[in-house]
């Protein structure tokens, strides 16, 4: 039965309840907020009702509005009298986020027509938004250019094979959630996904971390401690910012690939770790093995499979799609009356350079759903004010270069990387496009 929530300031007469309940809905009711919000966690609702009998106070259904605000994704039908209507709170909420209202008294078959038709308003956006989401994401990433499908590739690939793997890409590009989706989706997605950042602790307490010790080892060592390595057993290891690696730990590590053993620090015993190892880094690390930062015979047993994350200014297109869904994830979460963005703030999103990627957009999207105080978030909001600095002016050069990218990734994804279609359709040489797939680090593997 289709479940429908009532939240009223008294108790609405039977005969109205028993002409819903006859209408194949499943009455839950609520006059007070502790209640409701129990509700709320322990069903599911699509549809809810709020029957206002007095407004004379406005903090007597305050809650009332908190409810309807906090559930937007909800179809909610108000039933007022006429004088609680001249209200502006109550007429600007019923506007901004009800599906309809009725005066009372209730025409209860009126009502029952009503609430089919939201329930059917909401069903339908659910699976428009569930094929809108099928097409725009994939393990758990959001975004649909040729770039994100790329990576797609690759998560697949990666997930097939129990190899290494190094994912590279700026800050904020979503090293780590690649990271995950390759676990998720690979054969050791019920063991283990354990993930440590090489830059946030100082090298001596990254030895005990990541192999473990034993009790006594050193100072202050008053137990035994498991290290990542070792709580990774049959799972995933994930190691963000590989590159600040010190140099003794990187040759504690290649030992641990070529053996798929470990010895905690203070103990004399080999202990075999299963250990699926992705490592993720931010730098170069082809220019530190040339500068003797980070071991070359490393480097080669990390980089059996290469993944590359792209910067938001690679992916068009899909800037205002994670701004939609950040947005969305955000107002369900919190009380605003955004109800979306204002066109000059899509503009602004679309213009700027996003320099700290997917994690920048996310923080100033949460921020604006805080603060907003308009039906629409504007560039204020997000503090890219028409005035604030956006994307630089690119020259002939640098915008050629972008559209021969995306030209080429976008063609290669057609034709399965069908080097011979692919530059048949592009009107140039095999030997030509294998120079620019490198030029603009296009790798035929994934």
Not at 55 to 80: G, K, N, P, T
Not at 243 to 266: C, V
Not at 386 to 395: A, N
Request: aromatic share 8%.
């Amino acid at each position: 039965m289709r479940k429908l929530l009532i939240l009223s300031t008294a108790v609405v007469d039977d005969a109205t309840l028993q002409k819903i309940g006859a209408a194949d809905w499943e009455i839950y009711s609520a006059q007070d907020g502790g209640l409701a919000r129990t509700l709320l966690t322990e069903h599911s609702f699509e549809v809810g009702l709020v029957v206002l009998f007095s407004c004379e106070s406005e903090r007597s259904i305050q809650w009332l509005f908190d409810l309807v605000l906090a559930r937007r994704q909800m179809q909610w039908i108000v039933a007022l009298s006429r004088q609680c209507i001249d209200r502006k709170s109550i007429s600007s909420l019923i506007a901004e986020c009800c599906y309809d209202y009725h005066t009372l008294p209730i025409d209860p078959q009126r009502l029952v027509v009503t609430l089919g038709h939201a329930y059917g308003m909401a069903t339908l956006t659910e699976t428009t938004m569930r094929r809108q989401h099928e097409l725009e994401s994939q393990y758990g990433l959001i975004g649909n250019s040729p770039a994100m499908q790329t990576l797609f590739r690759g998560i697949q690939k990666a997930a097939e094979v129990d190899v290494p793997v190094l994912v590279t890409g700026e800050s904020g590009t979503g090293k780590e959630q690649t990271a995950h989706a390759i676990h998720e989706y690979s054969a050791r997605a019920a063991s283990p996904f354990v993930a440590m950042n090489c830059a946030a602790l100082p090298s001596n307490l990254i030895q005990s971390e990541l192999f473990g010790h034993e009790k006594g080892a050193f100072a202050g060592a008053g137990d035994r401690h498991i290290g990542h390595i070792e709580s990774a057993n049959g799972g995933t290891l994930f190691l963000d910012e590989i590159g600040d690696l010190a140099p003794e730990l990187q040759a504690n590590l290649l030992r641990f690939l070529e053996e798929k053993k470990i010895r905690r620090l203070g103990a004399t015993k080999l202990i075999p770790a299963n250990v699926r190892l992705i490592a993720a880094t931010n730098t170069q690390l082809e220019q530190a093995v040339r500068e003797g930062r980070f071991r070359e015979d490393l480097y080669y047993r990390l980089n059996v499979l290469h993944l590359r994350t792209p910067g938001l200014r690679e992916r068009k297109g899909d800037v205002e799609l994670l701004s939609k869904y950040f947005f969305a994830k955000f107002a369900a979460e919190t009380r605003t009356s955004a109800r979306g963005f204002s066109r000059d703030a899509l503009e602004v999103i679309n213009r700027y350079d996003w320099p700290g990627n997917v994690r920048e957009l996310m923080n100033r999207i949460r921020r604006a759903v805080l603060l907003s105080e308009g039906p629409y978030i504007t560039p204020v909001d997000l503090e890219l004010e028409r005035r604030s600095p956006v994307r630089t002016f690119v020259t002939l050069d640098e915008a050629r270069m972008a559209a021969d990218r995306e030209t080429i990734q976008a063609t290669l994804l057609r034709t399965r990387f069908n080097i011979a279609r692919a530059s048949q359709e592009l009107g140039v040489s095999r030997m030509t496009l294998y120079r620019l797939m490198e030029k603009y680090d296009i790798r035929r593997d994934l």
